[in-house]
Protein backbone atom coordinates (compact mmCIF):
# COMPACT_ATOMS: atom_id res chain seq x y z
CA UNK A 1 0.00 0.00 0.00
CA UNK A 2 2.96 2.29 0.79
CA UNK A 3 5.09 1.64 -1.95
CA UNK A 4 1.72 1.84 -4.34
CA UNK A 5 1.10 5.40 -2.41
CA UNK A 6 4.70 6.71 -3.44
CA UNK A 7 3.85 5.61 -6.78
CA UNK A 8 1.09 7.13 -7.35
CA UNK A 9 2.86 10.31 -6.03
CA UNK A 10 5.86 9.49 -8.54
CA UNK A 11 3.52 8.94 -11.49
CA UNK A 12 1.43 12.66 -10.56
CA UNK A 13 4.34 14.45 -10.37
CA UNK A 14 6.23 13.85 -13.50
CA UNK A 15 3.14 14.46 -15.28
CA UNK A 16 2.86 17.44 -13.85
CA UNK A 17 6.51 18.31 -14.46
CA UNK A 18 5.78 17.32 -17.91
CA UNK A 19 2.80 19.17 -18.31
CA UNK A 20 3.89 22.66 -17.13
CA UNK A 21 7.06 21.99 -19.63
CA UNK A 22 4.80 21.86 -22.64
CA UNK A 23 2.74 25.03 -21.33
CA UNK A 24 6.07 26.69 -21.26
CA UNK A 25 6.85 25.49 -24.55
CA UNK A 26 3.66 26.65 -25.95
CA UNK A 27 3.50 30.36 -24.44
CA UNK A 28 7.16 30.82 -26.12
CA UNK A 29 6.19 30.13 -29.10
CA UNK A 30 2.98 32.09 -29.10
CA UNK A 31 4.87 34.81 -27.73
CA UNK A 32 8.04 34.30 -28.99
CA UNK A 33 6.49 35.45 -32.00
CA UNK A 34 4.96 38.04 -31.00
CA UNK A 35 6.83 41.71 -31.01
CA UNK A 36 5.82 43.14 -27.98
CA UNK A 37 7.90 45.03 -25.58
CA UNK A 38 6.74 47.15 -22.04
CA UNK A 39 8.05 50.32 -21.84
CA UNK A 40 8.46 51.28 -18.39
CA UNK A 41 10.25 54.44 -18.82
CA UNK A 42 8.83 57.65 -17.81
CA UNK A 43 8.64 59.19 -21.03
CA UNK A 44 7.75 56.63 -23.48
CA UNK A 45 10.73 56.32 -25.04
CA UNK A 46 10.73 53.06 -26.42
CA UNK A 47 7.37 53.09 -27.64
CA UNK A 48 5.87 54.19 -31.08
CA UNK A 49 4.84 58.01 -30.85
CA UNK A 50 1.59 59.48 -32.36
CA UNK A 51 3.30 61.07 -35.18
CA UNK A 52 4.67 57.84 -36.03
CA UNK A 53 1.87 55.61 -36.11
CA UNK A 54 -0.38 58.88 -37.76
CA UNK A 55 2.18 58.32 -40.72
CA UNK A 56 2.41 54.22 -40.66
CA UNK A 57 -1.04 54.63 -40.87
CA UNK A 58 -1.77 56.82 -43.61
CA UNK A 59 0.34 54.35 -45.40
CA UNK A 60 -1.53 53.27 -49.21
CA UNK A 61 1.66 52.62 -50.94
CA UNK A 62 4.14 49.99 -50.02
CA UNK A 63 7.52 51.30 -48.22
CA UNK A 64 10.71 48.68 -47.89
CA UNK A 65 13.29 48.68 -45.30
CA UNK A 66 16.64 47.37 -45.97
CA UNK A 67 18.71 47.01 -42.83
CA UNK A 68 21.82 46.20 -43.33
CA UNK A 69 24.08 44.58 -40.16
CA UNK A 70 27.33 43.01 -40.69
CA UNK A 71 26.24 40.23 -37.85
CA UNK A 72 28.77 37.45 -38.86
CA UNK A 73 31.75 39.79 -38.58
CA UNK A 74 33.42 37.53 -34.87
CA UNK A 75 35.30 41.36 -33.80
CA UNK A 76 32.23 43.14 -33.64
CA UNK A 77 31.84 44.89 -30.39
CA UNK A 78 28.93 43.25 -28.19
CA UNK A 79 27.65 46.70 -27.25
CA UNK A 80 27.14 47.41 -31.21
CA UNK A 81 25.04 43.81 -31.26
CA UNK A 82 22.61 44.81 -28.54
CA UNK A 83 22.02 48.00 -29.71
CA UNK A 84 21.32 46.00 -33.49
CA UNK A 85 19.23 44.21 -31.71
CA UNK A 86 17.61 47.14 -30.47
CA UNK A 87 16.99 48.71 -33.79
CA UNK A 88 15.71 45.58 -35.09
CA UNK A 89 12.69 45.27 -32.22
CA UNK A 90 12.05 48.91 -32.90
CA UNK A 91 11.43 47.72 -37.30
CA UNK A 92 9.49 44.93 -36.02
CA UNK A 93 7.49 47.20 -34.39
CA UNK A 94 7.27 49.88 -37.72
CA UNK A 95 5.75 46.77 -39.61
CA UNK A 96 3.36 45.89 -36.62
CA UNK A 97 1.77 49.08 -36.78
CA UNK A 98 1.87 49.50 -40.82
CA UNK A 99 -1.45 47.78 -41.62
CA UNK A 100 1.04 45.15 -44.23
CA UNK A 101 2.16 48.18 -46.13
CA UNK A 102 5.77 48.23 -44.56
CA UNK A 103 8.28 45.56 -45.39
CA UNK A 104 11.57 44.77 -43.88
CA UNK A 105 14.35 43.20 -45.41
CA UNK A 106 17.39 42.08 -43.44
CA UNK A 107 20.72 41.23 -45.05
CA UNK A 108 24.08 41.26 -43.91
CA UNK A 109 26.83 42.51 -46.50
CA UNK A 110 29.68 39.89 -46.30
CA UNK A 111 32.89 40.79 -48.29
CA UNK A 112 32.11 39.83 -51.52
CA UNK A 113 28.59 39.54 -51.35
CA UNK A 114 25.49 40.24 -53.43
CA UNK A 115 23.76 42.12 -50.40
CA UNK A 116 27.32 44.00 -49.76
CA UNK A 117 26.63 45.47 -53.78
CA UNK A 118 23.39 46.18 -52.51
CA UNK A 119 23.78 47.85 -49.52
CA UNK A 120 26.59 50.08 -51.66
CA UNK A 121 24.00 50.88 -54.18
CA UNK A 122 21.59 51.96 -51.55
CA UNK A 123 24.21 54.30 -50.30
CA UNK A 124 25.08 52.71 -47.17
CA UNK A 125 28.81 52.51 -46.99
CA UNK A 126 30.88 49.98 -45.01
CA UNK A 127 32.85 51.44 -42.53
CA UNK A 128 36.49 50.77 -41.12
CA UNK A 129 37.40 49.47 -37.76
CA UNK A 130 40.17 50.77 -35.91
CA UNK A 131 41.28 46.87 -35.91
CA UNK A 132 41.22 46.70 -39.46
CA UNK A 133 39.63 43.43 -40.99
CA UNK A 134 36.69 43.37 -42.57
CA UNK A 135 34.36 46.59 -43.29
CA UNK A 136 31.20 46.91 -40.69
CA UNK A 137 28.07 48.04 -42.41
CA UNK A 138 25.10 49.37 -40.15
CA UNK A 139 22.19 51.65 -41.93
CA UNK A 140 19.02 51.29 -44.01
CA UNK A 141 17.44 52.39 -47.19
CA UNK A 142 13.88 53.17 -47.14
CA UNK A 143 12.47 53.43 -50.46
CA UNK A 144 9.09 53.58 -52.32
CA UNK A 145 8.20 53.46 -56.04
CA UNK A 146 11.28 55.61 -57.36
CA UNK A 147 11.99 57.46 -54.03
CA UNK A 148 14.73 56.11 -52.34
CA UNK A 149 16.57 57.58 -48.42
CA UNK A 150 19.63 56.26 -46.61
CA UNK A 151 20.75 56.18 -43.17
CA UNK A 152 24.08 55.75 -44.41
CA UNK A 153 24.86 54.43 -40.53
CA UNK A 154 23.22 53.85 -37.30
CA UNK A 155 25.34 55.53 -34.35
CA UNK A 156 24.35 54.18 -30.97
CA UNK A 157 25.31 57.94 -29.97
CA UNK A 158 22.32 59.04 -31.72
CA UNK A 159 19.76 56.32 -30.22
CA UNK A 160 17.40 59.28 -28.92
CA UNK A 161 16.77 60.14 -32.34
CA UNK A 162 16.53 56.82 -33.93
CA UNK A 163 12.44 56.88 -34.52
CA UNK A 164 12.57 60.54 -35.78
CA UNK A 165 15.46 59.84 -38.56
CA UNK A 166 13.65 56.58 -39.06
CA UNK A 167 10.15 58.29 -39.68
CA UNK A 168 11.45 61.27 -41.11
CA UNK A 169 12.97 59.20 -43.96
CA UNK A 170 9.29 57.22 -44.33
CA UNK A 171 7.96 60.24 -44.82
CA UNK A 172 10.42 61.59 -47.49
CA UNK A 173 9.44 58.31 -49.56
CA UNK A 174 5.79 58.68 -49.52
CA UNK A 175 5.83 63.05 -49.93
CA UNK A 176 9.08 63.06 -52.23
CA UNK A 177 7.64 67.08 -52.91
CA UNK A 178 8.94 69.14 -50.74
CA UNK A 179 8.06 73.10 -49.75
CA UNK A 180 10.54 75.86 -50.55
CA UNK A 181 12.22 77.26 -47.64
CA UNK A 182 14.03 80.63 -48.44
CA UNK A 183 17.12 81.79 -46.04
CA UNK A 184 18.99 84.72 -45.83
CA UNK A 185 20.87 86.33 -43.73
CA UNK A 186 23.86 88.26 -42.73
CA UNK A 187 26.32 85.50 -41.38
CA UNK A 188 28.30 82.59 -43.39
CA UNK A 189 25.53 79.74 -42.26
CA UNK A 190 26.04 78.49 -46.07
CA UNK A 191 29.83 78.37 -45.63
CA UNK A 192 32.28 80.64 -46.85
CA UNK A 193 36.37 81.12 -47.39
CA UNK A 194 38.24 80.76 -44.84
CA UNK A 195 41.60 82.81 -45.86
CA UNK A 196 43.09 81.93 -41.70
CA UNK A 197 42.29 77.99 -43.00
CA UNK A 198 43.98 78.48 -46.52
CA UNK A 199 47.35 79.54 -44.49
CA UNK A 200 47.41 76.66 -42.58
CA UNK A 201 46.97 74.45 -45.17
CA UNK A 202 43.49 73.63 -44.63
CA UNK A 203 40.97 73.20 -47.28
CA UNK A 204 40.09 77.31 -46.74
CA UNK A 205 36.34 76.80 -46.76
CA UNK A 206 34.46 76.62 -43.22
CA UNK A 207 31.29 74.70 -43.86
CA UNK A 208 27.79 75.34 -43.53
CA UNK A 209 26.24 75.51 -40.27
CA UNK A 210 24.43 72.06 -39.26
CA UNK A 211 20.68 73.22 -39.05
CA UNK A 212 21.60 74.16 -42.61
CA UNK A 213 22.44 70.45 -43.53
CA UNK A 214 19.32 69.03 -41.06
CA UNK A 215 16.85 71.67 -43.34
CA UNK A 216 17.82 70.32 -46.34
CA UNK A 217 16.13 66.84 -45.73
CA UNK A 218 13.11 68.11 -45.09
CA UNK A 219 12.77 71.20 -47.43
CA UNK A 220 13.99 72.48 -50.52
CA UNK A 221 16.31 75.21 -49.01
CA UNK A 222 17.20 78.03 -51.09
CA UNK A 223 19.66 80.98 -50.36
CA UNK A 224 18.44 84.04 -50.86
CA UNK A 225 21.23 87.04 -50.57
CA UNK A 226 20.75 90.29 -47.90
CA UNK A 227 20.75 92.35 -50.91
CA UNK A 228 17.60 90.95 -52.45
CA UNK A 229 14.81 93.37 -53.87
CA UNK A 230 11.72 90.27 -54.58
CA UNK A 231 11.58 86.85 -52.69
CA UNK A 232 10.62 84.45 -55.12
CA UNK A 233 6.74 83.68 -55.86
CA UNK A 234 7.45 79.85 -55.26
CA UNK A 235 9.41 80.28 -51.50
CA UNK A 236 6.49 79.08 -48.89
CA UNK A 237 8.88 79.79 -45.54
CA UNK A 238 11.22 82.64 -45.42
CA UNK A 239 13.91 82.36 -42.18
CA UNK A 240 16.52 85.88 -41.93
CA UNK A 241 19.27 84.98 -39.86
CA UNK A 242 20.84 88.02 -38.01
CA UNK A 243 20.38 90.51 -40.81
CA UNK A 244 22.96 93.33 -39.71
CA UNK A 245 22.75 96.13 -42.20
CA UNK A 246 19.84 95.00 -44.13
CA UNK A 247 18.44 97.47 -46.56
CA UNK A 248 15.45 99.42 -47.14
CA UNK A 249 14.73 97.51 -50.22
CA UNK A 250 15.50 94.32 -48.94
CA UNK A 251 13.17 94.71 -46.25
CA UNK A 252 10.50 95.71 -48.77
CA UNK A 253 10.93 92.61 -50.38
CA UNK A 254 10.08 90.70 -46.84
CA UNK A 255 7.22 93.19 -46.38
CA UNK A 256 5.46 92.22 -49.70
CA UNK A 257 6.12 88.75 -49.30
CA UNK A 258 4.35 88.83 -46.15
CA UNK A 259 1.64 90.77 -48.01
CA UNK A 260 1.16 87.83 -50.64
CA UNK A 261 1.16 84.98 -47.85
CA UNK A 262 4.36 83.89 -46.98
CA UNK A 263 5.59 83.13 -44.19
CA UNK A 264 8.40 84.46 -41.88
CA UNK A 265 10.93 83.27 -38.87
CA UNK A 266 13.22 86.00 -38.22
CA UNK A 267 15.86 85.87 -35.58
CA UNK A 268 17.57 89.24 -34.54
CA UNK A 269 19.78 89.81 -32.12
CA UNK A 270 21.52 92.63 -29.61
CA UNK A 271 24.61 90.77 -29.20
CA UNK A 272 25.91 87.81 -32.22
CA UNK A 273 28.78 86.28 -30.45
CA UNK A 274 29.36 84.94 -34.12
CA UNK A 275 29.69 88.51 -35.50
CA UNK A 276 31.89 89.49 -32.93
CA UNK A 277 34.30 86.88 -33.97
CA UNK A 278 34.94 88.60 -37.33
CA UNK A 279 36.99 91.40 -35.25
CA UNK A 280 38.73 89.19 -32.46
CA UNK A 281 41.53 91.87 -32.43
CA UNK A 282 38.91 94.61 -31.12
CA UNK A 283 35.66 93.04 -29.03
CA UNK A 284 34.68 96.37 -27.45
CA UNK A 285 34.82 97.51 -31.07
CA UNK A 286 33.24 94.63 -32.40
CA UNK A 287 30.02 94.17 -29.39
CA UNK A 288 29.45 97.66 -30.16
CA UNK A 289 28.75 97.05 -33.57
CA UNK A 290 26.69 93.95 -33.07
CA UNK A 291 23.29 94.00 -33.62
CA UNK A 292 20.72 93.46 -36.54
CA UNK A 293 16.80 93.89 -36.53
CA UNK A 294 14.21 94.05 -38.72
CA UNK A 295 13.68 98.26 -37.62
CA UNK A 296 11.10 99.89 -40.36
CA UNK A 297 8.90 96.44 -40.45
CA UNK A 298 8.73 96.02 -36.40
CA UNK A 299 7.27 99.27 -36.59
CA UNK A 300 4.86 98.71 -38.87
CA UNK A 301 3.33 95.89 -36.45
CA UNK A 302 3.82 97.87 -33.47
CA UNK A 303 6.96 96.31 -32.06
CA UNK A 304 10.24 97.38 -30.93
CA UNK A 305 13.57 95.64 -30.44
CA UNK A 306 16.49 97.24 -28.12
CA UNK A 307 19.92 96.62 -29.48
CA UNK A 308 21.96 98.19 -26.79
CA UNK A 309 20.72 95.65 -23.84
CA UNK A 310 20.71 92.04 -22.93
CA UNK A 311 18.35 89.87 -21.03
CA UNK A 312 20.10 88.40 -17.64
CA UNK A 313 18.23 86.20 -15.81
CA UNK A 314 18.92 84.30 -12.50
CA UNK A 315 16.85 81.51 -12.51
CA UNK A 316 17.73 80.59 -16.36
CA UNK A 317 21.44 81.19 -15.94
CA UNK A 318 24.26 79.07 -17.89
CA UNK A 319 26.97 77.66 -16.13
CA UNK A 320 30.34 78.46 -18.29
CA UNK A 321 33.87 77.40 -17.80
CA UNK A 322 36.15 80.28 -16.75
CA UNK A 323 38.83 80.21 -19.33
CA UNK A 324 41.26 81.93 -16.25
CA UNK A 325 40.50 79.44 -13.53
CA UNK A 326 38.69 76.50 -15.98
CA UNK A 327 35.86 76.04 -13.00
CA UNK A 328 32.08 76.92 -14.18
CA UNK A 329 30.99 80.26 -13.41
CA UNK A 330 27.18 81.07 -13.87
CA UNK A 331 26.94 83.62 -16.37
CA UNK A 332 23.24 85.23 -16.08
CA UNK A 333 23.05 86.82 -19.96
CA UNK A 334 23.89 83.37 -21.11
CA UNK A 335 20.06 81.64 -20.88
CA UNK A 336 19.39 78.34 -20.50
CA UNK A 337 15.66 78.23 -20.77
CA UNK A 338 13.26 75.34 -19.22
CA UNK A 339 9.68 74.36 -20.14
CA UNK A 340 8.87 76.89 -17.58
CA UNK A 341 10.08 79.95 -19.76
CA UNK A 342 8.32 78.64 -22.87
CA UNK A 343 4.82 78.69 -24.25
CA UNK A 344 3.28 75.09 -23.28
CA UNK A 345 0.14 75.31 -25.33
CA UNK A 346 2.31 75.29 -29.02
CA UNK A 347 2.83 72.66 -30.29
CA UNK A 348 6.60 73.72 -31.51
CA UNK A 349 7.19 74.49 -27.81
CA UNK A 350 4.96 72.07 -25.72
CA UNK A 351 7.85 68.93 -25.62
CA UNK A 352 11.10 70.77 -25.43
CA UNK A 353 13.45 70.14 -22.93
CA UNK A 354 16.24 73.44 -22.64
CA UNK A 355 16.85 75.99 -24.69
CA UNK A 356 19.84 77.71 -25.00
CA UNK A 357 19.99 81.74 -26.16
CA UNK A 358 23.24 83.29 -25.74
CA UNK A 359 22.77 87.38 -24.98
CA UNK A 360 19.39 87.25 -26.10
CA UNK A 361 17.05 90.51 -26.63
CA UNK A 362 13.72 91.20 -25.70
CA UNK A 363 10.70 92.76 -27.88
CA UNK A 364 8.21 95.51 -26.25
CA UNK A 365 5.41 97.04 -27.98
CA UNK A 366 1.77 96.67 -28.69
CA UNK A 367 0.77 94.24 -32.02
CA UNK A 368 -0.79 96.78 -34.40
CA UNK A 369 -4.74 96.77 -35.44
CA UNK A 370 -5.48 93.33 -36.52
CA UNK A 371 -2.50 91.29 -35.28
CA UNK A 372 -2.30 88.93 -32.72
CA UNK A 373 0.60 88.51 -30.31
CA UNK A 374 1.48 85.13 -28.55
CA UNK A 375 4.82 84.92 -26.31
CA UNK A 376 6.87 81.93 -27.36
CA UNK A 377 9.80 82.19 -24.85
CA UNK A 378 10.16 84.78 -22.09
CA UNK A 379 12.32 85.13 -19.28
CA UNK A 380 11.32 84.88 -15.96
CA UNK A 381 11.29 87.72 -13.21
CA UNK A 382 14.02 87.27 -12.00
CA UNK A 383 15.21 88.99 -14.29
CA UNK A 384 17.17 92.28 -15.69
CA UNK A 385 18.59 93.86 -18.65
CA UNK A 386 22.45 94.02 -18.83
CA UNK A 387 24.49 96.59 -21.41
CA UNK A 388 25.19 94.25 -23.90
CA UNK A 389 29.07 95.27 -23.94
CA UNK A 390 28.73 94.67 -20.42
CA UNK A 391 27.56 91.03 -20.76
CA UNK A 392 29.76 89.96 -23.08
CA UNK A 393 32.73 90.09 -21.06
CA UNK A 394 30.60 88.42 -18.26
CA UNK A 395 29.97 91.68 -16.28
CA UNK A 396 26.77 92.88 -14.72
CA UNK A 397 26.03 95.58 -12.63
CA UNK A 398 24.70 95.02 -9.18
CA UNK A 399 21.91 92.60 -9.91
CA UNK A 400 18.48 93.96 -9.55
CA UNK A 401 15.48 91.66 -10.41
CA UNK A 402 12.79 93.45 -12.47
CA UNK A 403 9.83 91.66 -11.67
CA UNK A 404 9.33 91.76 -15.31
CA UNK A 405 8.93 88.42 -18.27
CA UNK A 406 10.64 89.89 -20.76
CA UNK A 407 9.30 88.51 -24.23
CA UNK A 408 12.61 86.72 -26.19
CA UNK A 409 10.44 85.67 -29.02
CA UNK A 410 7.12 86.33 -30.04
CA UNK A 411 4.47 84.80 -33.23
CA UNK A 412 2.54 87.78 -34.77
CA UNK A 413 -0.78 86.03 -36.66
CA UNK A 414 -3.50 88.36 -38.35
CA UNK A 415 -3.83 90.49 -41.27
CA UNK A 416 -0.69 92.61 -41.74
CA UNK A 417 -0.44 95.82 -43.15
CA UNK A 418 2.53 97.14 -45.74
CA UNK A 419 5.37 98.72 -43.48
CA UNK A 420 5.69 100.64 -46.80
CA UNK A 421 2.41 102.26 -47.95
CA UNK A 422 3.83 104.56 -50.56
CA UNK A 423 5.50 101.61 -52.51
CA UNK A 424 9.07 100.52 -52.97
CA UNK A 425 11.51 102.88 -50.92
CA UNK A 426 13.86 104.49 -53.31
CA UNK A 427 17.03 102.99 -54.02
CA UNK A 428 21.16 103.77 -52.63
CA UNK A 429 22.21 107.05 -53.82
CA UNK A 430 24.84 106.07 -55.43
CA UNK A 431 23.25 103.44 -57.87
CA UNK A 432 19.97 105.65 -58.43
CA UNK A 433 16.82 105.75 -57.63
CA UNK A 434 14.88 102.59 -58.14
CA UNK A 435 12.06 102.21 -60.15
CA UNK A 436 8.65 102.28 -58.16
CA UNK A 437 6.44 99.12 -59.04
CA UNK A 438 2.84 100.99 -58.12
CA UNK A 439 0.98 98.34 -59.61
CA UNK A 440 2.37 95.22 -58.14
CA UNK A 441 2.47 97.06 -54.34
CA UNK A 442 0.43 95.00 -51.86
CA UNK A 443 -0.69 97.87 -49.06
CA UNK A 444 -2.33 94.82 -47.33
CA UNK A 445 -2.43 91.12 -46.84
CA UNK A 446 -5.91 89.58 -48.28
CA UNK A 447 -5.10 86.37 -45.92
CA UNK A 448 -4.18 86.44 -42.51
CA UNK A 449 -0.62 85.46 -42.29
CA UNK A 450 2.38 83.97 -39.85
CA UNK A 451 5.45 86.01 -38.38
CA UNK A 452 7.56 84.45 -35.54
CA UNK A 453 10.24 86.97 -34.28
CA UNK A 454 13.38 85.62 -32.07
CA UNK A 455 15.69 87.98 -30.09
CA UNK A 456 18.84 85.65 -30.31
CA UNK A 457 20.11 84.08 -33.92
CA UNK A 458 23.28 82.28 -31.87
CA UNK A 459 20.84 79.85 -30.98
CA UNK A 460 21.31 78.33 -34.48
CA UNK A 461 25.13 77.86 -34.24
CA UNK A 462 25.87 74.22 -33.24
CA UNK A 463 28.36 74.82 -30.17
CA UNK A 464 25.39 75.99 -28.85
CA UNK A 465 22.87 73.01 -28.73
CA UNK A 466 24.87 70.00 -29.93
CA UNK A 467 28.36 67.83 -30.08
CA UNK A 468 29.60 67.15 -33.55
CA UNK A 469 31.93 64.25 -33.65
CA UNK A 470 32.99 61.93 -36.42
CA UNK A 471 31.79 58.01 -36.01
CA UNK A 472 33.57 55.70 -38.54
CA UNK A 473 34.15 58.78 -41.33
CA UNK A 474 30.55 60.10 -40.47
CA UNK A 475 29.85 63.26 -38.97
CA UNK A 476 26.98 62.75 -35.89
CA UNK A 477 25.28 65.00 -34.38
CA UNK A 478 24.57 64.92 -30.67
CA UNK A 479 22.27 67.58 -29.03
CA UNK A 480 21.96 68.49 -25.45
CA UNK A 481 20.02 70.75 -26.10
CA UNK A 482 16.53 71.61 -27.99
CA UNK A 483 17.52 74.41 -29.95
CA UNK A 484 17.22 72.66 -33.37
CA UNK A 485 14.42 70.65 -32.35
CA UNK A 486 12.74 73.64 -31.64
CA UNK A 487 14.08 75.52 -35.38
CA UNK A 488 12.23 71.93 -37.52
CA UNK A 489 9.21 72.02 -34.61
CA UNK A 490 8.52 75.52 -36.03
CA UNK A 491 9.58 75.21 -39.39
CA UNK A 492 7.64 71.63 -40.12
CA UNK A 493 4.57 73.61 -38.51
CA UNK A 494 4.64 76.25 -41.10
CA UNK A 495 4.95 74.24 -44.26
CA UNK A 496 6.02 71.11 -43.45
CA UNK A 497 4.71 67.56 -41.89
CA UNK A 498 3.25 68.08 -38.52
CA UNK A 499 3.81 64.29 -37.70
CA UNK A 500 7.29 64.88 -37.05
CA UNK A 501 7.21 67.33 -34.25
CA UNK A 502 5.86 65.22 -31.12
CA UNK A 503 8.94 62.40 -32.44
CA UNK A 504 11.77 64.53 -33.02
CA UNK A 505 10.73 66.64 -29.58
CA UNK A 506 10.86 63.22 -27.29
CA UNK A 507 14.47 63.02 -28.01
CA UNK A 508 15.91 65.98 -26.81
CA UNK A 509 13.60 65.93 -24.00
CA UNK A 510 15.13 66.50 -20.46
CA UNK A 511 14.09 67.20 -17.15
CA UNK A 512 16.61 70.29 -15.46
CA UNK A 513 15.62 70.56 -11.76
CA UNK A 514 13.57 74.08 -11.88
CA UNK A 515 12.79 74.16 -8.32
CA UNK A 516 16.67 73.81 -7.39
CA UNK A 517 17.46 76.50 -9.76
CA UNK A 518 15.01 78.85 -8.75
CA UNK A 519 16.00 77.97 -4.64
CA UNK A 520 19.73 78.94 -5.81
CA UNK A 521 18.41 82.30 -7.47
CA UNK A 522 16.78 83.54 -4.54
CA UNK A 523 20.31 82.05 -2.20
CA UNK A 524 22.52 83.88 -4.40
CA UNK A 525 19.99 87.18 -4.58
CA UNK A 526 20.48 87.15 -0.52
CA UNK A 527 24.24 86.80 -0.70
CA UNK A 528 25.14 89.14 -4.00
CA UNK A 529 24.40 92.10 -2.00
CA UNK A 530 27.08 90.90 0.95
CA UNK A 531 29.44 90.52 -2.30
CA UNK A 532 28.89 93.88 -3.77
CA UNK A 533 30.31 95.55 -0.40
CA UNK A 534 32.86 93.48 0.25
CA UNK A 535 34.31 93.53 -3.36
CA UNK A 536 33.55 97.48 -3.07
CA UNK A 537 35.24 98.40 0.05
CA UNK A 538 38.40 95.68 -0.83
CA UNK A 539 38.54 98.10 -4.41
CA UNK A 540 38.50 101.50 -1.90
CA UNK A 541 41.40 100.15 0.15
CA UNK A 542 43.47 98.84 -2.73
CA UNK A 543 42.91 102.37 -4.10
CA UNK A 544 44.15 104.32 -1.05
CA UNK A 545 46.93 102.19 -1.00
CA UNK A 546 47.87 103.23 -4.74
CA UNK A 547 47.20 106.65 -3.88
CA UNK A 548 49.73 107.00 -0.78
CA UNK A 549 52.53 104.64 -2.56
CA UNK A 550 51.97 107.46 -5.58
CA UNK A 551 52.19 110.17 -2.94
CA UNK A 552 55.82 111.22 -3.32
CA UNK A 553 56.34 110.87 -6.72
CA UNK A 554 57.98 108.55 -9.33
CA UNK A 555 61.95 109.23 -7.96
CA UNK A 556 60.49 109.27 -3.73
CA UNK A 557 57.96 106.55 -4.15
CA UNK A 558 60.29 104.64 -1.80
CA UNK A 559 60.84 107.43 0.86
CA UNK A 560 57.61 107.52 3.08
CA UNK A 561 56.67 108.91 6.09
CA UNK A 562 55.78 107.09 9.43
CA UNK A 563 52.75 108.21 9.31
CA UNK A 564 52.11 107.04 5.76
CA UNK A 565 53.44 103.92 6.33
CA UNK A 566 51.60 103.12 9.12
CA UNK A 567 48.23 104.13 7.16
CA UNK A 568 49.66 102.02 4.28
CA UNK A 569 49.72 99.01 6.87
CA UNK A 570 46.72 100.02 7.87
CA UNK A 571 45.06 99.48 4.42
CA UNK A 572 46.86 96.53 4.14
CA UNK A 573 45.19 94.94 7.27
CA UNK A 574 41.72 95.96 5.73
CA UNK A 575 42.47 94.22 2.49
CA UNK A 576 43.93 91.04 4.12
CA UNK A 577 40.37 91.32 6.58
CA UNK A 578 37.96 92.26 3.30
CA UNK A 579 39.56 89.34 1.22
CA UNK A 580 39.08 86.56 4.27
CA UNK A 581 35.22 87.91 4.66
CA UNK A 582 35.20 87.68 0.66
CA UNK A 583 35.72 84.01 0.94
CA UNK A 584 33.68 83.00 3.76
CA UNK A 585 30.60 84.50 2.39
CA UNK A 586 31.76 82.96 -1.23
CA UNK A 587 31.87 79.53 0.52
CA UNK A 588 28.67 79.84 2.40
CA UNK A 589 27.29 80.43 -0.73
CA UNK A 590 28.65 77.16 -2.37
CA UNK A 591 27.39 75.71 1.21
CA UNK A 592 23.97 76.67 0.94
CA UNK A 593 23.65 75.61 -2.91
CA UNK A 594 25.43 72.33 -2.68
CA UNK A 595 22.82 71.71 0.34
CA UNK A 596 19.96 72.62 -1.56
CA UNK A 597 20.96 70.40 -4.43
CA UNK A 598 21.87 67.54 -1.73
CA UNK A 599 18.45 68.33 -0.10
CA UNK A 600 16.58 67.81 -2.90
CA UNK A 601 18.65 64.69 -4.02
CA UNK A 602 18.00 62.25 -1.02
CA UNK A 603 14.40 63.40 -1.10
CA UNK A 604 14.07 61.94 -4.81
CA UNK A 605 16.08 59.03 -3.56
CA UNK A 606 14.32 58.52 0.24
CA UNK A 607 10.87 59.59 -0.10
CA UNK A 608 9.49 57.09 -2.34
CA UNK A 609 11.17 53.53 -0.31
CA UNK A 610 10.10 55.36 2.82
CA UNK A 611 6.22 55.84 1.35
CA UNK A 612 6.71 52.49 0.96
CA UNK A 613 8.34 50.84 4.24
CA UNK A 614 5.37 53.12 6.02
CA UNK A 615 2.67 51.61 3.89
CA UNK A 616 3.94 48.05 4.49
CA UNK A 617 4.15 48.43 7.98
CA UNK A 618 0.63 50.39 8.41
CA UNK A 619 -0.98 46.97 6.57
CA UNK A 620 1.23 44.76 9.18
CA UNK A 621 -0.23 46.60 12.13
CA UNK A 622 -4.04 46.14 10.48
CA UNK A 623 -3.85 43.01 10.19
CA UNK A 624 -2.51 42.18 13.41
CA UNK A 625 -4.96 43.98 15.09
CA UNK A 626 -7.61 42.17 12.82
CA UNK A 627 -6.13 38.55 13.41
CA UNK A 628 -5.49 39.39 17.43
CA UNK A 629 -9.60 40.27 17.38
CA UNK A 630 -10.33 37.32 15.91
Not at 4 to 31: C, D, P, R
Not at 57 to 71: A, H, N
Not at 421 to 439: C, F, I, V
Request: aromatic share 8%.
Amino acid sequence: MKNQKQFETFLYSTVGVVVLLFIAIAVNLIFGRMATRVDLTADKLYTLSDGTKSILGKLDTPVQIRYYFSKSIPELDQGLRTYAQRVEDLLAEYRLHSKGKLEVKKLDPKPDSDAEDSANLDGVEGQMTQLGGDKIYFGLSISCLDAKVAIPFISPQRERLLEYDLTRAISQVIRPTKANLGVMSGLPIFGAMDPMAMMRGGGGRQEPWVFINELKADFNVKEIPLTADKIDDDVNVLVVVYPKGISDAAQYAIDQFVMRGGKLVAFLDPLSVLDSRNNPQNPLQAAAGSGASLDKLLKAWGLEFDLQKVVSDKRFLTELQDPRTGRPQANPSFLSLTGAAMDTNDVATTQLGRMILPFAGHFTGTPADGLKQTVIFHSSTDSQLTDKMMAQFGATEEFKASGTEYKLGVRLAGKFKSAFPDGKPAGDPKDGDAPKTEDAHLKEAKDEGVVVLLGDSDLLYEQFYAQVRELFGQKIMMPFAANLTFLQNLLEQMGGDKDLIGIRSRATLNRPFTLVREMQAKAELAYESKIKVLEKDLADAQQKINELQRAKGDGQQAILSEEQKQEINQFQRRRAEVNRELKEVRKNLRRDVDSLENTTKWANILVMPFAVSLTGIVIAVFKRKRTAAK
